[in-house]
C-alpha cells in the first residue's frame, strides 16, 4: 500500500534537513503508529506526504500502490486514495459542509472516472454515517468547521474520512491537543472504518490514543529516522519509561 524509501526531505527556505532517512512500509489492513519525541519530524513527513508548500524531497521516494506520490498534485493524491486528517480542518464560510462533502466525493470519483453520487444518495450516504458518529443533521448544514468546537471538528474529519472511504488514512495527532473525549472519537472512527483493504498510519505523541487504536505495528521516530519498529507493546514501554531508554538503546 504505501511504500516510503530512504525518505529525506529538507526545508526549502533554510538548508536544514528534518528527514534522514525513513524507510516505512503500511500493509492494506494493518494500522500503523508512529511514535517519538517532539521535533523528530513526525509531522514533517505528513506534510511532504501530503504535498504541503515548504519542504523539499532531496532522496528517496514515496509510493501508493506502486505510484509515485511525489509525482501528484495533492488532488490527485487524494483520488488515488490518500486522506490526511488535517487536510480539511479549513473553515470555510459560505460552504455547507454537506455541500463540500459531496463535491470532495464526487471530484474524487470524477477523477477516478467513476460515476458521481446522486443527490438522494449521497444524501441517505451522509445521514447514515454522521448518525454513526453521533453528528446531528444541524452540524450538516452548517459552514464547514465555522463555529464548530474542537470535538465537532474532529467528529467532521472523521465525517470526511467515511464518506471519503480512502485506501490510505494519515492521522496527525501530535499537535492537535485531543482531550480525552476527542481521543476517543477519533478512535472510534478508525476502528469502524479498519478493513483488510485500507492501511492506516497515526502519528501520535501520545500512547493514549493507542490505547483506543490497537496498532499492529508501532514505530518509534527520533531524528528525522525511524529508529525502531515493533508492536503494541512498544507503545506500553513509551508510556511506562519514555523515549529516554529507547533512544540510548539505538544511539
Ligand atoms: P514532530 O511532529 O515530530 O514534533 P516536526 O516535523 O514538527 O516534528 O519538526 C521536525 C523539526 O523540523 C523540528 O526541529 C522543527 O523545528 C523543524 N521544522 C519543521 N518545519 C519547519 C519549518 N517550516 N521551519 C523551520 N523549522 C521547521
Ligand atoms: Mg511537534
Ligand atoms: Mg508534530
Redesign the pocket.
Known amino acids: 500500500m504505501l511504500e516510503i524509501k530512504n525518505l529525506h526531505v529538507k526545508?526549502e527556505?533554510?538548508d536544514?534537513q528534518?528527514l534522514k532517512g525513513v524507510d516505512l512500509k503500511v500493509e492494506a489492513g494493518k494500522v500503523h503508529a508512529i511514535m517519538?519525541?517532539?521535533?523528530?519530524?513526525?509531522?514533517?513527513?505528513s506534510?511532504v506526504l501530503s504535498g504541503r508548500d515548504?519542504?523539499e524531497v532531496t532522496e528517496g521516494s514515496a509510493t501508493l500502490g506502486g505510484e509515485n506520490l511525489f509525482e501528484m498534485e495533492p488532488e490527485e493524491r487524494a483520488a488515488a486514495g490518500v486522506f490526511l486528517a488535517f487536510q480539511y480542518p479549513v473553515e470555510i464560510p459560505g460552504v455547507g459542509n454537506m455541500t463540500f462533502l459531496r463535491t470532495a466525493v464526487n471530484s474524487q470519483r470524477k477523477a477516478r472516472g467513476e460515476e458521481e453520487l446522486s443527490a438522494a444518495d449521497f444524501l441517505k450516504e451522509v445521514r447514515a454515517k454522521a448518525k454513526s458518529l453521533k453528528i446531528d443533521a444541524d452540524m450538516l448544514k452548517r459552514p464547514v468547521n465555522v463555529g464548530f468546537s474542537g470535538g465537532e471538528k474532529k467528529r467532521n474529519e472523521i465525517l470526511q474520512m467515511a464518506m471519503l472511504e480512502p485506501k490510505m488514512c494519515i492521522l496527525?495527532e501530535?499537535?492537535s491537543g485531543l482531550d480525552v473525549d476527542a481521543m476517543k472519537l477519533v478512535a472510534e472512527g478508525v476502528n469502524a472504518l479498519r478493513d483488510e483493504a485500507r492501511g492506516f498510519l497515526v502519528?501520535t505523541?501520545y500512547q493514549r490514543l493507542l490505547d483506543h487504536i490497537k496498532p499492529d505495528v508501532v514505530h518509534i521516530?527520533a531524528d528525522?529516522r525511524i529508529v525502531k519498529t515493533g508492536g503494541p507493546e512498544l507503545a506500553l514501554e513509551v508510556e511506562n519509561n519514555g523515549y529516554a531508554d529507547i533512544l540510548a538503546e539505538v544511539n
Request: proline share 4%; aromatic share 8%; net charge negative.
Open positions: 526545508l527556505e533554510e536544514k528534518i517519538g519525541p517532539n521535533g523528530s519530524g513526525k509531522s514533517t513527513l506534510y515548504g519542504y496527525d501530535t499537535d502519528i505523541h521516530m528525522g
